[in-house]
């Protein structure tokens, strides 16, 4: 399974961006990056996924670079409600399911 | 809608004791998951189900055995509960066509003493 490598942790302020980094260097050509992330006591939650280009939703925003051996989370402006532990993965299909190999995370210190 | 659903919340057992966790999903989804997350980790994946009968190990199956009931259902026995078993155990499900993100389970406590 390919793997991703993240910091252990990150700070920021509320209503600051936070851009969380991701490695990848041995994605495959059809490997997806998904990211998810975990608040306290949750189970994981889907924050967004791409393949190559840029992809936005309401949450946040995901950064490819050209070569797609890094990509970078995007949160436009951190509330207190983002503190979480956020994963990078990237996706492998299997007759259907997916399978997610989660690595330790970031995990994301907002202060107020 | 009540998404994915787990039972029980927590549970407490003595080393060979067995249990079965339940995990439900009202989405309509193909796919089903059982995950393990130790303190401090990731999750881990023990067993999927791509489809309604079928089932296939994931990263850390030993000790676990799952059954696909039907297309709702999946659930996730431990014959003989051991320490080491001791985490929390989320259960997920994904759309067969749209593939683009799992759906989690609020968890299950499980302490082995």
């Known amino acids: 399974d390919a793997k991703t490598t993240q910091p252990n942790s990150m700070e920021s302020n509320e209503e600051e961006p936070v851009h969380l980094p991701c490695n990848h260097s041995?994605?495959?050509?059809?490997?997806?990056i998904h990211w998810y992330r975990q608040l306290p006591s949750q189970g994981p939650e889907y924050v967004i996924h791409g393949l190559t280009s840029n992809v936005n939703n309401r949450m946040a925003s995901l950064a490819i670079a050209e070569d797609r051996k890094s990509s970078t989370l995007i949160l436009h402006r951190a509330t207190l409600r983002d503190a979480a532990v956020y994963y990078c993965?990237?996706?492998?299909?299997?007759?259907?399911?997916?399978?997610?190999?989660f690595g330790q995370g970031t995990r994301l210190t907002i202060n107020p | 809608n009540a998404g994915v659903t787990q039972t029980p919340k927590f549970q407490v057992l003595k080393t060979g004791q067995s249990m079965t966790l339940q995990c439900a999903q009202d989405m309509n989804h193909n796919s089903m998951y059982w995950y393990r997350q130790d303190p401090g980790m990731g999750l881990r994946l023990i067993y999927y189900?791509?489809?309604?009968?079928?089932?296939d190990k994931g990263e850390v199956p030993n000790g676990y055995n799952v059954s696909r009931l039907n297309k709702r259902e999946f659930s996730l026995r431990l014959e003989s509960a051991a320490p080491s078993q001791t985490s929390v155990y989320f259960c997920a499900s994904s759309h067969p066509v749209r593939r683009s993100e799992q759906f989690f389970g609020p968890g299950t406590r499980l302490t082995v003493l």
């Open positions: 993965i990237l996706r492998d299909v299997v007759q259907g399911a997916q399978k997610l190999v």
């Open positions: 041995t994605i495959s050509g059809t490997d997806y």
């Open positions: 189900s791509a489809s309604e009968g079928t089932t």
